[in-house]
């Protein structure tokens, strides 16, 4: 976590991406003056797992890394925001909705439509 800031972005990469994929947006955070947490999701990157749910599992992810980041830096995590592409989106926005720990994300963005994905498996 970077030294002075009070504010940290949780970055959660879409469908078969990863956050080594996702390094080119970790690094405008940074160069942004924001402390940045850039999982992987069940399945992918460096996570294990063979399954994964589209969103609802992965919620518990997002939550995991909300506890874990105010847990470990609380002045760093002062402010908390969460960023995610198409299903990292949808994994964040069910998360924020969490009546306790996703109380704790004070802002999300989202960006990569989820109907791009949901139209290519569809025959």
């Not at 078969?16 to 990157?45: C, P, Q, W």
């Not at 995590?77 to 969460?82: D, E, F, I």
Request: aromatic share 6%; net charge neutral.
């Amino acid at each position: 976590m970077h030294g002075e800031t009070t504010q940290t972005v949780l970055l959660c990469p879409g469908l078969t991406s990863s956050k080594a994929t996702e390094l080119f947006m970790v690094r405008r955070l940074v160069d942004a003056n924001y402390n940045v947490l850039a999982i992987d999701f069940r399945a992918h990157g460096q996570s294990g797992g063979q399954l994964i749910s589209f969103g609802d599992l992965e919620r518990r992810d997002v939550l995991s890394a909300v506890r874990w980041i105010h847990a470990n830096h609380p002045k760093a995590s002062q402010r908390l925001l969460g960023l995610g592409a198409n299903t990292g989106a949808a994994a964040l926005i069910a998360a924020a909705a969490d009546p306790r720990d996703g109380q704790q994300i004070d802002a999300i963005a989202i960006y990569g439509a989820t109907t791009d994905w949901i139209r290519c498996s569809i025959p």
